[in-house]
């Protein structure tokens, strides 16, 4: 069975500093899917940044970018120079080609921003 | 735009009420899915459907049920709300092709009195 680990609950960060948020995930499957969403605390599920595990260089958005370690089965998001309006629940999740397209979930991380 | 809504934000209900959600997406994907996300376990799939009429159980259908009658709806239904039933719920939708992103309503934050 496919597990996501975000061993972070909650993290703070300066304005202007990079920050990364852990992901660490475990599947079987070789062909799979890494996703990052943002929750603000108004509830929606903002998609960030996807990496599959056949990608041959680590997916960039933006200020985003997910740090690929697959020997390590990790999928870390880094967000540069952090604003005030990233504060926000992020969450990890994988998909397993052949599996629904349904995504597993890890725990979130509570991300704030502070002055 | 992809534009995934749900028929309530807030709502409160009593305990052994039969209680529908209703989530409805305008961007014809084929794939549904409903989960439920409660503080420190994440979210969680109850159940999700890849074509009309067709569903399948995900890691939680214990006490719910769903409908997917036209391909743009897809429905959650608690036959008997219980207590520990309280939490927020989510529906999402993606399409057939790469990479599968899916797309998220507001959510429903379900209580359960």
């Known amino acids: 069975a496919q597990k996501i680990t975000q061993t972070q609950p909650g993290m703070f960060v300066q304005e202007k500093e990079a920050v990364t948020l852990d992901c660490t995930y475990d599947?079987?499957?070789?062909?799979?899917?890494l996703f990052w969403y943002k929750q603000p605390s108004s509830g929606e599920m903002i998609f960030l940044i996807y990496?599959?595990?056949?990608?041959?260089q680590n997916a960039t958005e933006g200020r985003y970018s997910l740090n690929f370690q697959k020997a390590r089965k990790s999928a870390n998001l880094v967000i540069s120079a952090s604003q005030l309006g990233d504060s926000a629940m992020y969450f990890c999740?994988?998909?397993?080609?052949?599996?629904?397209?349904?995504?597993?979930f890890g725990t979130g991380t509570q991300l704030k921003v502070e002055l | 735009d992809v534009k995934v809504t749900q028929s309530s934000r807030y709502l409160v209900k009593r305990t052994g009420e039969k209680v529908f959600l209703e989530c409805v997406q305008d961007?014809?994907?084929?794939?549904m899915f409903w989960y439920r996300q409660d503080p420190g376990l994440g979210l969680r799939l109850i159940y999700f459907?890849?074509?009309?009429?067709?569903?399948e159980k995900g890691d939680i259908p214990e006490g719910y049920s769903v409908s997917r009658e036209k391909k743009e709806r897809f429905s959650l239904i608690l036959e008997s709300a219980s207590t520990n039933q309280t939490s927020m719920y989510l529906c999402?939708?993606?399409?057939?092709?790469?990479?599968?992103?899916?797309?998220f309503g507001p959510g429903t934050r379900l209580t359960v009195t």
């Open positions: 999402a939708s993606s399409d057939f092709t790469g990479p599968y992103e899916q797309y």
């Open positions: 599947t079987s499957d070789p062909s799979y899917g």
């Open positions: 990496q599959g595990s056949y990608d041959q």
């Open positions: 999740a994988m998909r397993i080609t052949g599996g629904g397209n349904k995504l597993t």
């Open positions: 961007m014809d994907h084929e794939n």
């Open positions: 459907s890849y074509d009309v009429k067709m569903k």
